[in-house]
């Protein structure tokens, strides 16, 4: 699936449960404030939103309670996300260093990174289906240096095993990186200057 179906069936799947009247129920992988920003922005209105904040990749903790305090904040703050719900599961960043060992020295974008999107996502999708929700997704789509096909074929393989559907995405489609830019400005959000791991942060 390239960049332009994911972005396109995302919308079909969502505007076929408007016609009807109805929002799917979602549980969104998000992994900061700013990502979050755009990605909520766009599908919230189409559906029944639960965050989960699932990064044990982001290290020191310091940092990740600093990125989770600002989701939360961006949340708390709009009025409009009054219905949007949040879950967090308590960070265990020794779960992700026994995960991605022996690819301490890949190269940004490797091997490594398909198997941080693999942990994420197969704990959203495990979730998602034992709160009873229909889709699971991430906002991760709109990093520009994620590669949106591969968290797609994670997604969707994922999607089979844990027997939920995975909603596709490409949240960086129609100018979503900088929407969501834009919005860290306005919001005053706390921008990092690293995706999360030790390993990117170097």
Known sequence: MNRENADNTMMKILSKYAADGKKPTVMLHVCCAPCASASIERI?????????????????QQEYEKRKAELKRMISENPEYADVKFVDIDYDNSEYMH???????????????????????????????????????????????????????????????????YLPSDFKRKKGYERSLQLSNELKLYRQSYCGCAFARK
């Open 99 to 165: 995960f991605v060992r022996g690819h301490e020295k890949d190269e940004e974008q490797g091997e490594r990174c398909t198997l941080c999107f693999t942990l994420r996502l197969r704990k959203t999708a495990q979730m998602a289906r034992e709160k009873g929700l229909e889709f699971f997704a991430t906002t991760l789509t709109i990093g520009p240096k994620k590669n949106t096909d591969v968290i797609s074929a994670v997604g969707r393989q994922i999607a089979k095993e844990e027997g939920i559907q």
């Open 44 to 60: 919230h209105p189409l559906t029944q939103l639960t965050l989960l904040f699932y990064n044990p990749n982001i290290m020191p």
